[in-house]
T-cell receptor
Framework: GEDVEQSLFLSVREGDSSVINCTYT??????LYWYKQEPGAGLQLLTY?????DMKQDQRLTVLLNKKDKHLSLRIADTQTGDSAIYFC?????????FGKGTRLSVIA | ETGVTQTPRHLVMGMTNKKSLKCEQH?????MYWYKQSAKKPLELMFV???????ENNSVPSRFSPECPNSSHLFLHLHTLQPEDSALYLC????????????FGPGTRLTVL
């Protein structure tokens, strides 16, 4: 079945850029999503990209998609302590979303 | 406010208790989901409902019993749980099941003693 892989942890210093990477296997994916989960809360949609796009920018967030390599990344510019959370990558084809295990981002002041 | 609410937010129960988790979505969506999130398995899909019919059940033990009386409400009935069932239970909804964006509730933190 479809699979989504992410590294589990990332630490960055406040003010630096964070890059969270994700790989997926489903070549029929139409949308790819990034969700953020803060402690004790549910998942919130951060941003998404349609599969025929290479890049999407939304304020401090930049999503890059390499469809050939099935690689998705989320770049957070000027990372703040409030960005500390778990970030989930998810892909969609014709089935319910398939989520990665999440990357825990720790921002060091 | 995501439009998906869950109650209770926290629940502590003994192994012989029977309790229910409730989820309500105010988004007019046709699909609803239960997920289990624990330290061992960050996000496990448990059940999927589309238009009040269960379409997916990922080998969940029978001590978890879902109910979807209408497209806006989803319940998870719990009985004779085990301590390893302690986790955050997340409800989500989406317009359709076919890979559209899911909106999540805040979750119920369940502790089984």
């Amino acid at each position: 079945g479809e699979d989504v892989e992410q590294s589990l942890f990332l630490s960055v210093r406040e003010g630096d850029s964070s890059v969270i990477n994700c790989t997926y296997t489903d070549s029929s994916s139409t949308y790819l999503y990034w969700y953020k989960q803060e402690p004790g809360a549910g998942l919130q949609l951060l941003t998404y990209i349609f599969s025929n796009m290479d890049m999407k920018q939304d304020q401090r967030l930049t999503v890059l998609l390499n469809k050939k390599d099935k690689h998705l990344s989320l770049r957070i510019a000027d990372t703040q302590t409030g960005d500390s959370a778990i970030y989930f990558c998810a892909e969609s084809g014709n089935t319910p979303l398939v989520f990665g295990k999440g990357t825990r981002l720790s921002v060091i002041a | 406010e995501t439009g998906v609410t869950q109650t209770p937010r926290h629940l502590v129960m003994g192994m012989t208790n029977k309790k229910s988790l409730k989820c309500e979505q105010h988004l007019g969506h046709n699909a609803m989901y239960w997920y289990k999130q624990s330290a061992k398995k960050p996000l496990e899909l448990m059940f999927v409902y589309s238009l009040e019919e269960r379409v997916e059940n990922n080998s969940v033990p029978s001590r978890f019993s879902p109910e979807c009386p209408n497209s806006s409400h989803l319940f998870l009935h719990l009985h004779t749980l085990q301590p390893e069932d302690s986790a955050l239970y997340l409800c989500a909804s989406s317009q359709e099941t076919g890979g559209t964006e899911q909106f999540f509730g805040p979750g119920t933190r369940l502790t089984v003693l």
